[in-house]
Antibody
Framework: EVQLLESGGGLVQPGGSLRLSCAAS????????MSWVRQAPGKGLEWVSA????????YYADSVKGRFTISRDNSKNTLYLQMNSLRAEDTAVYYC?????????????????WGQGTLVTVSS | QSVLTQPPSVSGAPGQRVTISCTGS?????????VHWYQQLPGTAPKLLIY???NRPSGVPDRFSGSKSGTSASLAITGLQAEDEADYYC????????????FGGGTKLTVL
């Protein structure tokens, strides 16, 4: 059974940093691309970042480019999201989501399993 | 404003059929990119419902079906049940400058 467990969320001041983790189990982690998707309170879903199975290719939404860094440790079956220069508008539940294959194929990429999410609140 | 447009809400009585539309443009759905659908029950994480326009993952009832034509896609739910009450999101790829994977704004389905 595929399981994705996020951690690391919390309250942080504007301009601060936070690192999210996602522990994966139930599948061969290195064989699948992974993503982070967020949902602001009462709002819809927004894709944030993606990474290939090897970690060699990364992708970011314009809203987080230059501030967030996605990475993975395949030896630990763990996905990360380093978030710097946080803003109030980054407040959201952050979901870790598994892709269907090892690479990120533009038109055929979707999210077949999701974690339960971790809440990030940016406020003074 | 979402790149993909969905109606904010739809409703139907138990047993009825409802459809949820997802309207895009020539830089996403109209460019031939696949559309995928997710169901988010209250207080839970999203769940993949339809992938590749019309394919159902294992375990998803055949009451759920997807289609795509031109710059739009649709999710149909037949034999509506109380447990179908949820938010539904479409997702595709967008090749414009802002790029990458985009979601619709979501549609709240109410079972009357």
């Amino acid at each position: 059974e595929v399981q994705l467990l996020e951690s690391g969320g919390g309250l942080v001041q504007p301009g601060g940093s936070l690192r999210l983790s996602c522990a994966a189990s139930g599948f061969t982690f290195s064989s699948y691309a992974m993503s982070w998707v967020r949902q602001a309170p009462g709002k819809g879903l927004e894709w944030v970042s993606a990474i290939s199975g090897s970690g060699g290719s990364t992708y970011y939404a314009d809203s987080v480019k230059g501030r967030f860094t996605i990475s993975r440790d395949n030896s630990k079956n763990t996905l990360y999201l380093q978030m710097n220069s946080l803003r109030a508008e980054d407040t959201a539940v952050y979901y870790c989501a598994k892709g269907p294959i090892v690479v990120v194929v533009a038109g055929a990429y979707y999210f077949d399993y999701w974690g339960q999410g971790t809440l990030v609140t940016v406020s003074s | 404003q979402s790149v993909l447009t969905q109606p904010p809400s739809v409703s139907g009585a138990p047993g009825q059929r409802v459809t949820i539309s997802c309207t895009g443009s020539s830089s996403n759905i109209g460019a031939g990119y696949d559309v995928h659908w997710y169901q988010q029950l209250p207080g839970t994480a999203p769940k993949l419902l339809i992938y590749g326009n019309s394919n159902r993952p294992s375990g998803v009832p055949d009451r759920f079906s997807g289609s795509k034509s031109g710059t739009s896609a649709s999710l149909a739910i037949t034999g509506l049940q109380a447990e179908d009450e949820a938010d539904y999101y479409c997702q595709s790829y967008d090749s414009s400058l802002s790029g990458f994977w985009v979601f619709g704004g979501g549609t709240k389905l109410t079972v009357l």
